[in-house]
């Protein structure tokens, strides 16, 4: 009885304590399972589109895009209407009339202001709409009479004009900042459009190269598994005397390789999916986890192949950096002529016509009939009108400054006509090298398809060999190997011939609308 109350308690203790440990460790072990990233299927369309909308490179050129706006409407408001106004006071201190000789001088104190606005036109036309008025008072000596001194207003309204006739004329030179702005944001735009293309085809190399490292991976554990079965099964015929010790160590080191092997699928599995995950922005910035991503094994759907002249048009109609390096001929043909417009002497026709009136106190200052308003009043019924026109002629000597920008915008010309015919180049060495990739890739895949497939062959009829004791585990190891690398060569030579594939398409600028698809 004793023994079995000290057992029961020992018994007792190890429930506690089992009890406890569960305890303990039921809420890690649910965290952990909580906290393990559930796997995420995707096709290639959707891995393409999900990097449309978060990849980072993308978001710069968008942001760039959006700041070239700016420039355009800074370029704009040179034209916009401008208002002015002017306020100012001063005072002098008169003169002493030589008929009025020990009267004291008369000294004036002047306050005015003005108000107006101002429009300029890409035309070389300048129109200012302007009201001004002006109080003057003597505070000291006669203006008027011996008993007292006038205060004395003049209002005016004018309108005045100004038109270039020679340098400042021409509205496409005028307009050049706007014209450059505007440009600027569609060249912006093609950029956009054109990294949007090579992101799509970094992303399905990314997708493609995860797709073969999945499906070599599975090859890769069939062939291992098969080799831990040779080995297991020449370990059984050497201990019954049926078989050489070399041919255990012959199988051992075969399946060593096939396990060497696999912890290189492993690795490219998890590069794939890391470099895929940042692509498309499925990890975060700065992020050190990679989300298990699975491929459908789906081929996305792309145009088909057509004649290298007819995707060479396609390039020179879609790709954005040639359409922008066009554009940027047209852009410094524009600022040559601004530039040649820009040595011209400077001619203006100015005029204006404007209408004034005048109104007193008609008072004593010291008076108490004096009327401030009224007078003041009285000077806003303009009865007078006046015109004034005339040329405004200027030529800096020599106009050298004018000269330098016209032999830098030529230049400019130039180097913009070199840059274009520069990218047509690349673009049809780019397509050319792309389209023989294609060839080379179709035929690597025929090849390596028939080799997997004749290995296939090679090793079902070996293992029926082995089976009927015929050959031994070694050779059968080494057939084993032979048709795993195969395999895993076919799997390479699929995602090689997709790869090319997109290449071509990025190349001629169509990847995007062939999987109908836009940024």
Not at 345 to 371: H, Q, R, Y
Request: proline share 3%; charged share 20%; glycine share 6%.
């Amino acid at each position: 009885m004793e023994n079995l109350s000290k057992y029961s308690l020992r018994g007792i203790k190890k429930i506690a304590f089992i009890l406890l440990l569960t305890l303990v460790l039921a809420p890690m072990t649910a965290f952990a399972g909580a906290s393990k990233p559930e796997a995420v299927k995707l096709t290639a369309e959707q891995a393409v589109a999900r990097a449309l909308r978060h990849n980072l490179s993308l978001e710069v050129e968008r942001l760039q895009a959006a700041l070239s706006d700016a420039p355009e409407r800074a370029a704009n408001a040179a034209f916009a209407p401008t208002l002015f106004g002017d306020a100012s006071i001063s005072s002098s201190p008169g003169q002493v009339s030589a008929s009025r000789a020990g009267v004291a001088p008369v000294s004036n104190l002047s306050v005015g202001g003005g108000i107006g606005m101002r429009k300029t036109f890409s035309t070389g036309t300048s129109v200012d709409v302007s009201l001004s008025s002006t109080a003057l008072i003597a505070t000291q000596g006669t203006l008027s009479s011996q008993n007292g001194v006038d205060k004395l207003y003049q209002s005016s309204a004018k309108l005045s004009a100004s038109q270039s006739l020679l340098n400042g004329i021409s509205k496409s030179a005028n307009e050049i900042g706007i014209t450059e702005a505007r440009m600027q944001r569609d060249a912006a735009k093609r950029a956009l459009a054109r990294k949007a293309e090579q992101v799509s085809a970094q992303v399905l190399a990314a997708y493609f190269d995860l797709d073969a490292a999945l499906r070599k991976d599975a090859a890769q554990a069939l062939a291992v598994k098969t080799a831990e079965r040779a080995y297991d099964d020449t370990k059984k015929l050497v201990a019954a005397g049926k078989s050489a010790p070399p041919d255990l160590l012959t199988v051992e080191l075969s399946l060593a390789q096939q396990r060497r092997q696999r912890v290189t699928t492993t690795q490219a599995i998890s590069d794939a999916r890391d470099k895929l995950s940042r692509l498309i922005g499925l990890s975060a910035p700065g992020a050190l986890t990679t989300p298990e991503i699975i491929t459908s094994g789906e081929t996305p759907s792309l145009p088909g192949a057509v004649a290298i002249d007819a995707m060479l048009s396609s390039a020179f109609e879609r790709r954005g950096d040639y359409q922008a390096a066009v554009e940027q001929i047209d852009l410094n043909k524009k600022k040559l002529s601004a530039a040649k417009h820009k040595l011209l002497p400077k001619l203006d026709l100015v005029g204006s016509v404007f209408v004034t009136g005048i109104g007193a106190d008609g008072g004593d200052a010291g008076a108490a009939g004096s009327n401030i308003s009224q007078g003041y009043a009285s000077s806003f019924e303009m009865n007078r009108v006046g015109w004034s026109a005339g040329l405004v002629f200027s030529m800096p000597l020599g106009n050298d400054a004018a000269k330098a920008q016209t032999k830098l915008a030529d230049l400019a010309l130039s180097r913009a006509t070199t840059q274009a015919a520069l990218v047509k180049q690349q673009i049809a060495q780019e397509l050319l090298v792309a389209r023989r990739a294609v060839q080379a890739a179709k035929s690597q895949l025929e090849l390596r398809e028939l080799a997997a497939k004749v290995a296939e062959r090679k090793l079902s009829d070996h293992r029926a060999l082995y089976a009927a004791g015929k050959i031994a585990a070694a050779l059968l190891a080494s057939v084993q190997a032979e048709a795993a690398s195969e395999a895993l060569g076919a799997a390479e030579a699929r995602a090689a011939l997709s790869k090319a594939v997109v290449s071509l398409h990025s190349a001629a600028g169509s990847l995007l609308s062939g999987m109908k698809l836009s940024i």
